[in-house]
């Protein structure tokens, strides 16, 4: 089973970037048969196995869940998983306890306004660590009216 997950993965790395008809098709034609495999495998186990066994939870969470899981089969712009989602909010909650102690409301809200430009120079494709430290070399002389030109998208580091 494991290795049958795995080469589901190997499919995706193999059509990662290409256009969302051609990862459709791919997954159609390459995926679909082994998750189809998987399936059979799942209900032939489920009579075998205890009803208390975790792998019997295991096997009808994943049943229970199939058409979700199945989903990205029929559409070329769905990944097979939400990694890209998780990663993204890891810093939020790896922070989680931290941000209990952040002193009142004001510096809550500071933190919420630099975690938002940090994260949207990330997204600009700038180095946060580079962009902060351009930021705080010119901001104590820069004038006030035309701050915004310090924005992530506007600046040219």
Same mark, same amino acid.
């Given at each position: 089973?494991?290795?049958?997950?795995?080469?589901?993965?190997?499919?995706?790395?193999?059509?990662?970037?290409?256009?969302?008809?051609?990862?459709? &098709?791919?997954? %159609?034609?390459?995926? +679909?048969?082994?998750? =189809?495999?998987?399936? *059979?495998?799942?209900?032939?186990?489920?009579?075998?196995?205890?009803?208390?066994?975790?792998?019997?939870?295991?096997?009808?969470? &994943?049943?229970? %869940?199939?058409?979700? +899981?199945?989903?990205? =089969?029929?559409?070329? *712009?769905?990944?097979?998983?939400?990694?890209?989602?998780?990663?993204?909010?890891?810093?939020?909650?790896?922070?989680?306890?931290?941000?209990?102690?952040?002193?009142?409301?004001?510096?809550?809200?500071?933190?919420?306004?630099?975690?938002?430009?940090?994260?949207?120079?990330?997204?600009?494709?700038?180095?946060?660590?580079?962009?902060?430290?351009?930021?705080?070399?010119?901001?104590?002389?820069?004038?006030?009216?035309?701050?915004?030109?310090?924005?992530?998208?506007?600046?040219?580091?």
């Amino acid at each position: 089973m494991l290795t049958q997950i795995g080469r589901l993965y190997e499919i995706e790395a193999g059509i990662r970037g290409s256009p969302p008809q051609t990862r459709q &098709a791919e997954r %159609q034609d390459k995926s +679909l048969p082994i998750v =189809l495999a998987l399936h *059979e495998w799942f209900m032939q186990q489920l009579p075998t196995l205890s009803r208390k066994s975790v792998t019997t939870d295991a096997i009808q969470y &994943a049943l229970n %869940q199939w058409q979700a +899981l199945t989903r990205y =089969l029929d559409d070329g *712009e769905i990944d097979i998983d939400n990694n890209a989602a998780e990663r993204a909010l890891r810093g939020v909650s790896v922070g989680r306890k931290n941000y209990l102690f952040l002193g009142s409301d004001a510096g809550g809200e500071r933190a919420a306004t630099l975690y938002s430009l940090l994260g949207t120079a990330k997204l600009n494709d700038i180095n946060p660590e580079a962009y902060l430290c351009h930021v705080l070399s010119v901001i104590a002389d820069y004038p006030v009216n035309r701050v915004d030109e310090l924005l992530p998208w506007r600046v040219q580091l």
